[in-house]
């Protein structure tokens, strides 16, 4: 005999995996303050390395003479988010790996520069890192909830 099946009721398994990968519309706030926050430290990073930028004659001096690795991790520090943004906008998993290398090397950078004593207060670097890590976060969140693919 055949067995009546009701369509309309999906199983609970059928329903989560449906609902993965279901984008929600903070995920797409996230990422617009994530392209902004971070497009505008490209930016800056940018002004600076062309000569464009405002610093102050000491501080510049300073920067002037740092270490590669200081370099670099500023570098990496900035790109590394930026990159990470553009991958969360395009909904991919290494948003998250971006983030990371992100938050490592502005804390590497940060270290360098209050080793010689040119940031005159930690709000600033906090606030960035604060960032960096809540977008690492999320982008993780994300990636586990299968919005980034």
């Not at 505008?40 to 690795?69: E, I, K, N, R």
């Amino acid at each position: 005999m055949a067995e009546i099946v009701d369509e309309s009721v999906v199983p609970e398994a059928d329903a989560d995996a449906e609902a993965a990968g279901a984008i929600p519309w903070h995920f797409w706030a996230v990422v617009a303050v994530a392209l902004l926050w971070n497009g505008y430290g490209a930016y800056d990073y940018t002004s600076y390395q062309l000569g464009m930028a405002t610093v102050d004659p000491a501080t510049q001096a300073v920067l002037d003479t740092a270490p590669v690795w200081a370099t670099a991790g500023w570098a990496l520090g900035v790109w590394g988010s930026f990159v990470g943004a553009v991958l969360m906008l395009l909904r991919s998993r290494h948003a998250t790996s971006a983030f990371a290398v992100s938050l490592v090397a502005a804390i590497v950078s940060f270290a360098w520069q209050f080793s010689v004593g040119i940031v005159p207060t930690p709000i600033l670097p906090l606030v960035i890192l604060g960032a960096v890590a809540f977008f690492w976060w999320y982008a993780a969140k994300m990636r586990r909830e299968g919005v980034l693919r």
